[in-house]
């Protein structure tokens, strides 16, 4: 919800109208992007890997900053981009990513200009995420490819650091938004 700041104007001689100027927000919610995702086709053999688009778009009246990777390079890695399949009975199967980080220390604007893209409204950004069609527990069915964009937590900044990322002129996306579409895997 944006803060208001408001002042009393004099109109002509007599009417007094409050003014208002929104203050700038530094996070927005996840309902400024449309957040969708596709694939070639919806069928695929098991064994194959899906390459699974996403694109995020810009629906809102203005610029603002989303996720440019799968992960954030912060440490441990915030996952901004994650899909899973959904059988039939509704059982979730997850993929396991493993790794260690040691990333480089640099500064919170300098990190997030490295992990953002500055989306103007209506303007799009696209990646990819490869899903393994013989994950642990998958076989050949139909399913539901889930995916999540998640933004950012105000929590997951100090005050110094928000008073940094207000240094960058524009907000920064908040919260999740959810996509999902119907795949078949049949055996190979």
Not at 65 to 89: M, T
Not at 121 to 135: A, H, I, N, V
């Amino acid at each position: 919800m944006r803060e208001m700041k408001c002042v009393l104007a004099i109109l002509g001689f007599l009417a007094l109208v409050p003014v208002c100027r929104a203050q700038h927000e530094l996070f927005v919610p996840a309902n400024d992007v449309s957040f969708t995702i596709s694939t070639e086709r919806s069928t695929y053999k098991y064994g194959e890997q899906i390459e699974l688009k996403y694109k995020i778009t810009n629906i809102s009246n203005a610029a603002l900053f989303v996720p440019r990777w799968l992960y954030g390079g912060d440490c441990p890695h915030k996952w901004h981009v994650r899909a899973w399949f959904e059988d039939s009975s509704g059982k979730h199967y997850y993929g396991g990513w493993g790794g260690s980080c040691s990333p480089t220390p640099m500064g919170i604007v300098e990190r997030m200009r490295k992990d953002t893209v500055l989306l103007n409204p209506m303007q799009e950004f696209e990646g990819t995420l490869d899903l393994p069609t013989d994950w642990l527990g998958v076989k050949p069915d139909k399913y539901r490819i889930e995916a999540y964009l998640d933004g950012w937590l105000e929590t997951d900044f100090t005050a110094e650091q928000e008073a940094e990322l207000a240094s960058m002129g524009h907000p920064f996306l908040r919260g999740d938004a959810v996509a999902s579409i119907a795949v078949s895997i049949r055996p190979r």
